[in-house]
């Protein structure tokens, strides 16, 4: 039971996506996506302004729609890096 949940927990976490695996059953990798989102209240735009700019002006700034957060994402690694 707890390998399950934690099974769980680790695809949640990295979004893994299918397990390859090859002609004998055995598991050579999982897909592992990369991204970093950082997230303020809206009042706090402002903030998030300046540290996109000291992180390179890297990522994508999302407003959510009734103006209670906003978001930094970025999703490549090149920008992470």
């Given amino acids: 039971m707890?390998?399950?949940v934690r099974a769980r927990m680790l695809r949640e976490i990295f979004k893994l996506t299918k397990?390859?695996?090859?002609?004998?059953?055995i598991v050579t990798h999982y897909?592992?996506?990369?991204s970093f989102h950082l997230a303020l209240?809206?009042?706090?735009?402002?903030l998030l302004d300046e540290i996109k700019l000291k992180l390179n002006d890297v990522?994508?700034?999302y407003?959510?729609?009734d103006g209670t957060e906003v978001r930094i994402a970025v999703n490549d690694r090149e920008g992470l890096l």
């Fill in 2 to 4: 707890v390998r399950v």
């Fill in 19 to 25: 397990k390859r695996t090859n002609s004998e059953g």
């Fill in 31 to 34: 897909g592992v996506g990369y």
């Fill in 41 to 46: 209240h809206g009042r706090d735009k402002i």
């Fill in 59 to 61: 990522g994508v700034l």
């Fill in 63 to 65: 407003n959510h729609k």
